[in-house]
């Protein structure tokens, strides 16, 4: 059930999006991810261009993302409202099939992950960015489910790739398999209320 495509559409809400954690998406919480991509990719320091960029892909998204999935027009989007356009603008398809504002995010996301910046995601990084979302009293569980996200070329390359990450990010919003190994790739899933 944790791994369900229900529950990942859920845990995309509510732990990638919902960042004032209200219940639901709107303005605000594209404009708190824009400040707190900025601060991320910075390390902490600050860049008003940097800002301004991300400010611009964060707006986009939301313009995107209420075109797309704000049914009554009200200015927020439902856990329900973002599932259906799920369902209907992304399920089945690939990276390079999916919205346009999607894939803008879901690359800003891999930005403010890959902390050193060396173009891929390691289990120290993995690490890091499972525990900002989730709870965990053990690193084991953490570093088994990095273990089921790789692939054999994964390894040997150290970590997920930019362009692994979209695909893998495509698959986990797409992708109604329980079984994928996307399910794994922001880490162990509990079951989102």
Not at 148 to 161: P, Q, R, V
Request: charged share 25%; with cysteine; aromatic share 12%.
């Amino acid at each position: 059930m944790a791994y369900s495509w229900d529950n990942r559409v859920k845990f995309v809400v509510r732990y990638m999006y919902d960042i004032d954690n209200n219940g639901y998406l709107d303005k605000n919480d594209f404009e708190c991810l824009a400040l707190r991509n900025t601060l991320i990719e910075g390390r902490g320091n600050w860049d008003d261009k940097a800002y301004a960029g991300n400010q611009k892909i964060m707006s986009d998204l939301w313009n995107e993302i209420a075109e797309l999935a704000d049914f009554n027009k009200d200015g927020q989007v439902t856990v329900d409202e973002f599932k259906q356009a799920i369902q209907k603008h992304c399920n089945g398809k690939s990276w390079a099939e999916l919205p346009r504002a999607f894939k803008t995010f879901i690359s800003s996301t891999f930005k403010t992950i890959d902390v050193n910046g060396d173009g891929l995601v390691g289990v120290d990084e993995y690490r890091l960015d499972c525990v900002s979302r989730a709870a965990f009293s053990n690193i084991k569980e953490i570093d088994d489910a990095f273990n089921l996200l790789l692939t054999e070329e994964d390894k040997k390359a150290g970590g997920i790739s930019l362009t692994r990450y979209q695909d893998l990010y495509a698959q986990f919003i797409s992708n109604p398999d329980e079984k994928c190994n996307a399910v794994y790739l922001f880490g162990p899933l509990n079951v989102v209320a």
